[in-house]
T-cell receptor, first 109, second 113 residues
Framework: QKEVEQNSGPLSVPEGAIASLNCTYS??????FFWYRQYSGKSPELIMF????GDKEDGRFTAQLNKASQYVSLLIRDSQPSDSATYLCAVYTGNQFYFGTGTSLTVIP | DGGITQSPKYLFRKEGQNVTLSCEQNLNHDAMYWYRQDPGQGLRLIYYSQIVNDFQKGDIAEGYSVSREKKESFPLTVTSAQKNPTAFYLCASSFQAGQETQYFGPGTRLLVL
């Protein structure tokens, strides 16, 4: 059973729309949750982290965590073409980080 | 500039050869990690180290070895026992293994000749 699962996409949204990315995890004891953005051929860069149930906002990005349902999501408001990338969900469980396979997002001008 | 550096950017390995990937950080982070990424796949943990002179195997350690003689450095050796080494290798670090966020280096792409 995979620790972290994401819809691989591709997800396409028009410029200015809201992009919604979802992630589920299997271990109820997971402690910390992260979203990374990865451009093609580049290394992942951190967008946001969240530790507690609820929403956390940072600029155009909002992370949402629901531990009871074991899912974490990322909303990108006012999507821009520069947001086109693969988004990786990561979960800290035990003493390791586990990564999903990523969701490919394309923002259409 | 503070950050994580990896070298080389590209590395070519001949069959039967051991190669070493460099990872250095000047962020004063305690924990360091090595991941492998294959096309269309997530990151898989090879080895991690929470403190100097100590390291633990990740999910896919076979065919790899590491050392942690200095806090700043965590080199990865891909041995000849690793039969399918072609991948994008990422080094990461964090203040502690735990809630602290991981930051990634730019990566090394390993190709087999």
């Amino acid at each position: 059973q995979k620790e972290v699962e994401q819809n691989s996409g591709p997800l396409s949204v028009p410029e200015g729309a809201i992009a919604s990315l979802n992630c589920t995890y299997s271990d109820r004891g997971s402690q910390s949750f992260f979203w990374y953005r990865q451009y093609s051929g580049k290394s992942p860069e951190l967008i946001m982290f969240i530790y507690s149930n609820g929403d956390k906002e940072d600029g155009r990005f909002t992370a949402q965590l629901n531990k009871a349902s074991q899912y974490v999501s990322l909303l990108i408001r006012d999507s821009q073409p520069s947001d086109s990338a693969t988004y990786l969900c990561a979960v800290y469980t035990g003493n390791q980080f586990y990564f999903g396979t990523g969701t490919s997002l394309t923002v259409i001008p | 500039d503070g950050g994580i550096t990896q070298s080389p950017k590209y590395l070519f390995r001949k069959e039967g050869q051991n190669v070493t990937l460099s990872c250095e950080q000047n962020l004063n982070h305690d924990a360091m990690y090595w991941y492998r990424q294959d096309p269309g796949q997530g990151l898989r943990l090879i080895y991690y180290s929470q403190i100097v002179n100590d390291f633990q195997k990740g999910d896919i350690a076979e065919g790899y070895s590491v050392s942690r003689e200095k806090k700043e450095s965590f080199p990865l050796t891909v041995t000849s026992a690793q039969k399918n080494p072609t991948a994008f290798y990422l080094c990461a670090s964090s203040f502690q293994a735990g809630q602290e966020t991981q930051y990634f280096g730019p990566g090394t792409r390993l190709l087999v000749l």
